[in-house]
């Protein structure tokens, strides 16, 4: 494999990138209008035009990318994520036309991109599922039998869904028939996939998911976890590895079960098992996710492994150099998505142009982002500007290397979620490892964050005071009415 596409933008588009440069590998961009002036576009070897900033005209074209690898000769394409990167029919339109996708097999994204198929690929390998259905329900009285012997609360979900989309709570069973007309009406409108199924509605859980990688040899191996459940409406915000509440058994437990789901779909590359984890420290399999991860760099900076080589590496029939027994945790990573979004105004989109973009760095902190000072964020595409990642000893380490970073992260030009971030590092509820899904929900709130702002205002301005008293009588300050500059300029 002597050339690869990356069939995205961004900063995964550079991350995978830079892993094709280590390998020896030429690149090919490919970008839309807005994107002309990106750092990907001028980091690859060769860059492909696409067309309109759109991504229906662009990232998602399947054609176009498709004939700009051709072109280009490019042997493989890496999709990244979103975008293309679980799209069986691409996958499969790559392979027919004698280019390698750097991903699982169709049959494998089909799978896993359908709730209910993925829970019947998996029937038969033992895996903990959440109690519930495993077949479409459309039938109301059925529906209430089967939420009764599950017992409320109930949750409905769409078999197309995906990331809580087509999601339903349900309490009591006066309120089920009309959830359940509205879960279907619903799904029919996003998925143009009417099915929906039922679940007893675990409520207050962790979202811990397992990496895992297969190569094309039958090897399947996990690289331990990574706690998600910091997400606000379905959106991660801060993630981590290892889990600050995962014993040494549940993480085996849990990796041998991602390695089954792997195996049951006959996977292929690096893909991510997530897991509910309850408050009795039950876990349950919801989905895979068949692509590589927005927050794979924790897993990588604990393992030491470079999920993108190894995907590379699978793409080429190599065999997985090392073992289950091999792999160990050490230390402890953290990463804190930044979005061009207003933490004040309710996560609204900010657009505008990166006025001052000041990159934190130094031992312990990566930062893989896409964007450079002066830059315009076109409103086209996802609003994640970077991801900063801490690596520490410990868990402790890696909350301040991440305070300190957050610090010194200079954005001006447009809000974003780094205030925000910062907020959950120094929160008690964090720091102690007591946290599920509704963190911020139960926590945050816009005034807590305008707080603890104002309050570190008033402290500097106090600290200021302070020294301005105990050193005025050092203090000579300029007499700015005879400066050299108005002199010259009366001569003149
Ligand atoms: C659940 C659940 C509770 N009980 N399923 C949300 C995304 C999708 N992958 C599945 N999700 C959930 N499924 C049962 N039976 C709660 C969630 C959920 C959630 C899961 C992971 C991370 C954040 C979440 C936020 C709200 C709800």
């Not at 029919?89 to 896993?112: C, D, R, W, Y």
Request: aromatic share 8%.
């Amino acid at each position: 494999m002597k050339k690869i596409l990356v069939a995205n933008r961004g900063e995964i588009a550079l991350r995978i990138m830079r892993t094709a440069q280590k390998m020896g590998i030429k690149t090919v961009a490919v970008y839309s209008d807005a994107d002309r002036e990106s750092p990907h576009v001028r980091f690859a070897d060769e860059a492909v035009h696409l067309g309109n900033s759109p991504s229906s005209e662009s990232y998602l074209d399947m054609d176009k990318i498709v004939n700009a690898a051709l072109h280009t000769k490019a042997e493989a394409i890496h999709p990244g994520y979103g975008f293309l990167s679980e799209n069986a029919a691409f996958a499969q339109l790559v392979t027919k036309n004698g280019i390698s996708f750097i991903g699982p097999k169709p049959h494998a994204i089909e799978v896993m991109g359908d709730k209910l198929a993925a829970k019947e690929a998996v029937k038969g390998y033992n895996i903990p599922m959440v109690p519930g259905i495993e077949e479409a329900i459309t039938d109301i009285v059925l529906a209430k039998k089967i939420s009764q012997k599950i017992g409320f609360p109930v949750l409905i979900k769409a078999s197309a869904g995906g990331g809580g989309k087509g999601m339903r709570v349900v309490r009591h069973l006066s309120e089920l028939a009309e959830q359940m007309e509205r879960a279907i009406s619903e799904a029919k409108a996003a998925f143009g996939n009417g099915s929906v199924f039922l679940e007893k509605y675990i409520e207050s859980p962790r979202h811990i998911e397992i990496q895992v990688l297969a190569d094309t040899h039958g090897n399947i191996l996990h690289l331990f976890e990574r706690e998600c459940s910091i997400q606000r409406r379905h959106q991660k915000v801060v993630e981590e590895a290892p889990s600050a509440i995962l014993t040494p058994e549940i993480r085996t437990a849990m990796g041998e079960a991602a390695v089954k789901v792997a195996k049951a779909c006959d996977y292929v590359g690096a893909g991510t098992v997530e897991f509910l984890l309850d408050r009795e420290n039950n876990f349950y399999f919801l989905e895979m996710n068949t692509r590589l991860q927005v927050e794979h760099p924790v897993t990588e900076l604990i393992t030491g492994i470079d999920l993108v080589e190894q995907q590379i590496k699978i793409a080429r029939n190599e065999k997985l150099a090392f073992t289950q027994e091999d792999l160990s945790i050490k230390g402890h990573a953290l990463e804190v998505r930044v979005y061009a979004e207003d933490p004040m105004n309710n996560f609204l989109p900010s657009i505008g142009t990166l006025e001052i973009y000041k990159r934190p760095s130094g031992e312990g902190i990566r930062l893989d982002d896409g964007f450079e000072e002066g830059m315009a964020i076109p409103m086209y595409y996802d609003p994640m500007l970077a991801k900063l990642i801490t690596y520490g000893k410990d868990r402790e380490e890696a909350i301040q290397l991440m305070i300190r970073a957050i610090s010194k992260f200079k954005i001006k030009g447009i809000s974003t979620t780094l205030p925000f971030g910062k907020f959950v590092c120094e929160h008690e509820a964090f720091t102690s490892g007591n946290f599920d899904t509704h963190f911020v929900k139960n926590y945050f709130t816009p005034e807590l964050l305008n707080e603890q702002y104002g309050q570190e205002r008033k402290i500097a301005a106090l600290v200021g005071l302070k020294l301005f008293l105990e050193h005025k009588e050092k203090l000579k300050l300029p007499d700015y009415k005879i400066s050299n500059w108005s002199l010259k300029r009366s001569k003149k």
